[in-house]
Nanobody, 123 residues
Framework: VQLQASGGGLVQAGGSLRLSCAAP????????MGWFRQAPGKEREFVAA????????YYTDSVKGRFTISRDNAKNTVYLRMNSLKPEDTAVYYC?????????????????WGKGTLVTVSS
């Protein structure tokens, strides 16, 4: 199973980006989906997740109110809409899938990971 993240790029502070992650070959509706990020010199951290069953969403405090995770089961795709971007959001963003995942995705024990997409926010 390959998860394919896209949508990263260079944006000025205050700007917006939408990341997409396609999951062909996955029984998508059976998986919770998450976004994680790793900034230079830092450990990977949880950003957001959406549950497999009722679309409950979870966010780390630093992105609440600015980022929105959503999913389209018909397209096997999860999205991360990022508004009001800050330089501290600069990182490689990874999508990941967890079978029947819900709040436990916070801890990062996911079944599948995609290659990252780089988001750079300039001040």
């Amino acid at each position: 199973v390959q998860l394919q993240a896209s949508g990263g790029g260079l944006v000025q502070a205050g700007g917006s980006l939408r990341l997409s992650c396609a999951a062909p070959g996955l029984t998508f509706s059976d998986y919770g989906m998450g976004w994680f990020r790793q900034a230079p010199g830092k450990e990977r951290e949880f950003v957001a997740a959406i549950s497999w069953t009722d679309d409950t969403t979870y966010y780390t405090d630093s992105v609440k109110g600015r980022f929105t995770i959503s999913r389209d089961n018909a397209k096997n795709t999860v999205y991360l809409r990022m508004n009001s971007l800050k330089p501290e959001d600069t990182a490689v963003y990874y999508c990941a899938a967890d079978w029947h995942g819900s709040s436990s995705m916070w801890f990062g024990a996911m079944d599948y990971w995609g290659k990252g997409t780089l988001v750079t926010v300039s001040s």
